[in-house]
C-alpha cells in the first residue's frame, strides 16, 4: 500500500511542539490500521499496539482512574515493552471499545505529552455527530456524555485510497514499441514484475494498466492480478479510464 501523503500528515503532526494525541477518523477498511502501524514501525524503536475490543484485561487498565503514570506501567507490564519518551509510540486502535481510554486521551495530552498516542476507531464518528447534535450543552458537559476529549486532540480524516493510489500502470514505454524496437523478450520488464509481485503481496485489489504498441506476454500477471486493461499507445485510452 502506498499512502505517503497520510504518512507525510503523521510526520509532521509527529515533529509539532503543539502535538496532541492524534485520531484517525474514517470508516472501516479505509487503512487506518495499517496507516498507524506502518508509520509507528518506521518512526519508533518500540510499539505498543493496543485493541480494545478484544481484550477485556487491557479495557481493565483504564477502569481504575486517569492516573497516565500508573496506566503507562500497566501498559509496560501487559505488552512487555518499556515505554520510552522519544522511542516508543502508542498504538489505540478500535478506541470506541473502551469509552475510558478515549478519555484518557485528555490526561496524555495534559500529564504526558512527551508520549505520542494514536489512536483509531471505525464509530468515533457517531459520538462527534452527537456533540454537534447537542448544541446546547456546554464543552464539559459533551465530554462528561461521551467521553470525547474535546480540544484535548488532533484529528486526520483517512479517506478510501484514491484513483492513483491503487492505479499500477506499467508495460513498455512509447519508445519501446514502434518499427526498429525489436525485443527478444517480450515479458513485462524485470523490475515492473518485481514491483507488481511486491504489491501483491500487500493482499490489497489491483488494477493493471499495460501499457503497450505490441502484444506482449502476460502469463505471470493473467494468473495473479484480478484485473488487467490493455493500454494501446496512439489510442484515446484517457476517455476509457
Excluded at 54 to 70: A, E, W
Excluded at 123 to 148: I, M, P, Q, V
Excluded at 173 to 184: C, I, L, N, Y
Amino acid at each position: 500500500m502506498k499512502r505517503d501523503l497520510y504518512i507525510e500528515k503523521i510526520e509532521k503532526w509527529n515533529c509539532s511542539q503543539r502535538r496532541k494525541p492524534l485520531i484517525l477518523e474514517g470508516a472501516r477498511q479505509v487503512g487506518k490500521t495499517w496507516l498507524m502501524q506502518e508509520f509507528a514501525k518506521t518512526h519508533y524503536e518500540n510499539v505498543v499496539y493496543a485493541r480494545f475490543d478484544k481484550n477485556r484485561t487491557l479495557r481493565s487498565v483504564f477502569d481504575q482512574d486517569f492516573d497516565i503514570d500508573r496506566i503507562v506501567e500497566s501498559l509496560e507490564i501487559l505488552f512487555h515493552v518499556k515505554i520510552i519518551p522519544g522511542k516508543t509510540i502508542l498504538l489505540f486502535d478500535e478506541i470506541q471499545a473502551c469509552r475510558n481510554a478515549l478519555t484518557s486521551l485528555k490526561y496524555f495530552c495534559e500529564d504526558r505529552p512527551d508520549i505520542p498516542v494514536i489512536a483509531a476507531g471505525s464509530l468515533l464518528g457517531l459520538a462527534y455527530r452527537d456533540d454537534d447534535a447537542a448544541e446546547s450543552e456546554d464543552e464539559d458537559s459533551k465530554e462528561e456524555s461521551t467521553g470525547f476529549p474535546v480540544g484535548k486532540v488532533d484529528r486526520l480524516p483517512v479517506f478510501p485510497m484514491s484513483f492513483v493510489e491503487f492505479l499500477c500502470a506499467m508495460g513498455e514505454d512509447a519508445w519501446m514499441s514502434g518499427e526498429g524496437s525489436s525485443r527478444s523478450d517480450i515479458e513485462m520488464p524485470a523490475p515492473q514484475r518485481e514491483l507488481l509481485a511486491a504489491l501483491k503481496t500487500l493482499g490489497k485489489p489491483i488494477v493493471l494498466l499495460n501499457f503497450a504498441g505490441r502484444a506482449t506476454a502476460i502469463k505471470w500477471e493473467s494468473e495473479n492480478i484480478p484485473a488487467i486493461m490493455q493500454v494501446w499507445y496512439g489510442s484515446e485510452c484517457a476517455d476509457a479510464l
